[in-house]
Structure formats: structure tokens, C-alpha cells
């Protein structure tokens, strides 16, 4: 069963730090770009960060660049959102999606993303 599993939320104060990461399982990850999406209660969902297969090209929404990194581990089947100097706004459900495709308007509206997980909740909160 093709399935992505993301794991690493929790609540943290304002300023901290968490790590995300996205896992694959039925498929082979290298094949695929990964993005990282978030969606805040009451909000729509927006992209956060994409990564090419390689690891060649990566993408950041503005309110998150300088900030997260993403990254990944094909050996291990996994994809990573370190995430620093959180932001309460922040605070959402984080998913991750793979695609075929990569470009940065793909990522930007998340277009042909497919396999969502279901989701790690980020709260960042004093």
C-alpha cells in the first residue's frame, strides 16, 4: 500500500524548534518530489516547501524562508522539515504529498500532488 506517514509535531513555545519527517512506505522514494503543506484551522491549505528527487532544487513559501530547511533521505525512505524560530502563526496541521513533477508553481499550489498523509499537528504556543 502506497502510503506517506508524518510524524514529529508537538506543542513548542514560541522561538523553538521541531523536526519533521515524512515517510514512505509501499513505494520507493527517490523517484518522487516531496512537499511539505500545512493547513491552519479555518484557513486554506498553502505549500510550505518542496524538494526535488534529488535533491537538486528546493522551494520555501516567503513566511518560512531562512527559517525551515527541507531535506531527505532516499536510503531511508524519508523526507525532513527542520523548522526554527517557530512562529505561534505557524501553528497547523503539516502533511506531506508526493509528485512526478516539479516545479514552483506546482509546489506553490500544491498541483499534482498526490499520496497525502494524514497529517502532524504543530502548535506553537506560550
Known amino acids: 500500500q502506497v502510503q506517506l506517514v508524518e510524524s514529529g509535531g508537538g506543542l513548542v513555545q514560541p522561538g523553538g524548534s521541531l523536526r519533521l519527517s515524512c515517510t514512505a512506505s509501499?513505494?520507493?522514494?527517490?523517484?518522487?518530489?516531496i512537499g511539505w503543506f500545512r493547513q491552519a484551522p479555518g484557513k486554506e491549505r498553502e505549500a510550505v516547501s518542496c524538494?526535488?528527487?534529488?535533491?537538486?532544487?528546493?522551494d520555501y513559501a516567503d513566511s518560512v524562508q531562512g527559517r525551515f530547511t527541507i531535506s531527505r533521505d532516499n536510503a531511508k525512505n524519508t523526507v525532513y522539515l527542520e523548522m526554527n524560530s517557530l512562529k505561534p502563526e505557524d501553528t497547523a496541521v503539516y502533511y506531506c504529498?508526493?509528485?512526478?513533477?516539479?516545479?514552483?508553481?506546482?509546489?506553490?499550489?500544491?498541483?499534482?500532488?498526490?499520496?497525502w498523509g494524514q497529517g502532524t499537528q504543530v502548535t506553537v504556543s506560550s
Open positions: 524538494i526535488s528527487s534529488t535533491s537538486a532544487r528546493t
Open positions: 509501499g513505494f520507493t522514494l527517490d523517484r518522487w518530489h
Open positions: 504529498a508526493r509528485s512526478f513533477i516539479y516545479s514552483y508553481w506546482y509546489c506553490k499550489t500544491g498541483t499534482d500532488f498526490n499520496s
